[in-house]
């Protein structure tokens, strides 16, 4: 099994998704639930593991989503086209969804892939990936599916997008969604960083870089740029490699670099004597920055006991985080033909998931690959903070929450406050108010959280040094 890929449930489990071979040669989805404490859960699927097949056309799992209802969607490709399956939270396919639980979209004629998938609140599906045409030309791709599986028709040409970059392969890679519902896809395109952001129909934002598009090339080299993430305050954090080391930008919100991260908007790490590749990213609630990834032996990406896991940890302006690890670092060898991280995820605890695939064969893909799942302890204080409030407890009510939800504490000094609410995933959803004066004394804030779909979120009050998080339950 290879390509593991994850994201955490509302509960604490932890969902995993990719693809096995099967004894015909043939390649499967494959998602896999552990509980909490990374047992396999039984109550999904067998014992924990669901295979869903594609006949002869095969197909590869490449992201993973949870609905507000728990159901899980997992996508990738089958027959060259876009491909994506729903699962009931038992791992029982969902035949509500495209007729038979799975829906396939071709875009051109070629090969279509999705790398990466976002949920709207409104609950609509945002797939993004690439597509090859039968010039064999590369292009951004994107489609927007409703909540039955059928292509949205408000979204691009008839709930698809193709966006042409440049002149060689252009390779959308992630996808995350603006609290104003823009869609932001950061890829490839010739070498280079290329971040797009669309508006909620579909259309390219001309307010952002060049009709939409910003370019970015770190050191000159072959720039591979595998994920995105929105920080709380709209900066866009983008992460992939240089060909050496783990490469970082950041933009503002307009899609001019940020100078005040790293050296001009960039950062590059070197970790390894190997080739360092950032595969994924997660922001934490006090704003530090996890990129997760693995070191190859080459950019071939041929698996090789050289490969490993790769975690680094950066502060909010872009230093390593000398808290975390080796100054900021941490290397994990798993299994005796190396390792890959794919992707990584923040629990609501604060502490770090990343899932990859171990080698066990002599470093050969065979049938001795595994998923692998590591949790690494963050030290993220998420429980009371050091606000100036007196022994009386921060206090939300009414909690399950219809529609308003009130929060109450008492300050024993001024102090400036930022409100805000993430899904059990890490992203923020809605910002109440950011760095607002609040004086001493006792304050309620009555918030509204109507909009939000139903399910679990966190509740994060900051003041400039820590953060206190509650989980809420919307009904």
């Known amino acids: 099994m290879t390509m593991a890929i994850q994201l955490l449930q509302p509960d604490g489990k932890i969902v995993v998704a990719g693809y096995s071979t099967n004894s015909d040669y ?17 109550s999904f699927g067998e014992n ?29 490709c089958s027959s060259c086209d876009f491909a994506i399956v729903r699962y009931n939270t038992d791992g029982t396919i969902d035949n509500s969804f495209g007729g038979d639980g799975i829906v396939t979209t071709d875009f051109a004629g070629g090969f279509d892939l999705v790398n990466s998938l976002a949920i709207q609140t409104d609950g609509k599906i945002i797939a993004a990936g690439w597509t ?26 008839s709930g698809k997008v193709i966006t042409t970059i440049g002149n060689g392969e252009d390779e959308g890679n992630s996808v995350d969604i603006q609290l104003d519902g823009k869609i932001i896809v ?25 009709n939409g598009i ?29 060909s050496s080391g783990f490469a970082i930008v950041r933009y503002d919100t307009n899609s001019t670099l940020d100078n005040s991260f790293g050296t001009s908007g960039k950062i590059t790490t070197d970790i390894s004597n190997s080739v360092d590749i950032g595969n994924s990213i997660a922001i934490q609630t006090d704003n530090k920055i996890v990129v997760a990834g693995g070191a190859y032996y080459s950019l071939a990406f041929y698996p090789s006991e050289y490969d490993y896991f790769e975690v680094v940890r950066y502060n909010s302006d872009g230093t390593l985080d000398s808290s975390f690890g080796s100054m900021g670092k941490v290397i994990s060898v798993i299994g005796d033909g190396g390792s890959t991280c794919n992707s990584v995820a923040i629990q609501t605890d604060g502490n770090i998931v990343a899932a990859g695939v171990s080698y066990n064969n002599s470093g050969l893909c065979g049938a001795e690959d595994e998923f692998t799942v590591v949790r690494y302890i963050s030290d993220l204080n998420i429980g009371m ?32 406050l930022t409100i805000e609410i993430y899904d059990i995933n890490g992203r923020l959803v809605k910002s109440i108010f950011t760095n607002e004066n609040r004086n001493k004394g006792t304050h309620k804030e009555l918030l509204n959280i109507e909009k939000l779909q139903a399910g679990i979120y966190i509740l994060s009050i900051k003041n400039n040094l820590r953060s206190q998080n509650i989980k809420i339950v919307k009904e």
Request: with cysteine; glycine share 10%; net charge negative.
């Open 214 to 242: 910003v370019i970015t090339d770190i050191n000159g080299t072959e720039d591979r740029c595998y994920s995105v993430a929105i920080q709380s305050d709209g900066k866009i954090v983008a992460g992939g490699t240089d």
């Open 26 to 42: 043939m390649l499967d989805f494959a998602t896999v639930r552990y509980n909490s404490d990374g047992s396999l859960d039984s």
């Open 48 to 76: 924990g593991v669901v295979i869903t097949t594609f006949g002869n056309d095969g197909g590869i799992a490449t992201s993973v989503a949870i609905q507000s209802d728990s159901k899980i969607i997992v996508t990738g």
């Open 385 to 416: 903070v050091d606000f100036s409030y007196e022994s009386n407890p921060i206090l939300v009510y009414p909690n399950p929450i219809q529609k308003d939800v009130m929060l109450e504490y008492t300050l024993t000094k001024d102090e400036f």
């Open 186 to 210: 950061a890829g490839n395109s010739s070498g280079d960083f290329a971040i797009v952001r669309y508006n909620i129909n579909g259309s390219l934002d001309n307010y952002f870089g060049t």
């Open 132 to 157: 090859r045409d039968t010039n064999y030309l590369y292009n951004f791709a994107i489609a927007r599916y409703t909540l039955d599986g059928s292509l949205d028709s408000s979204f691009g040409a």
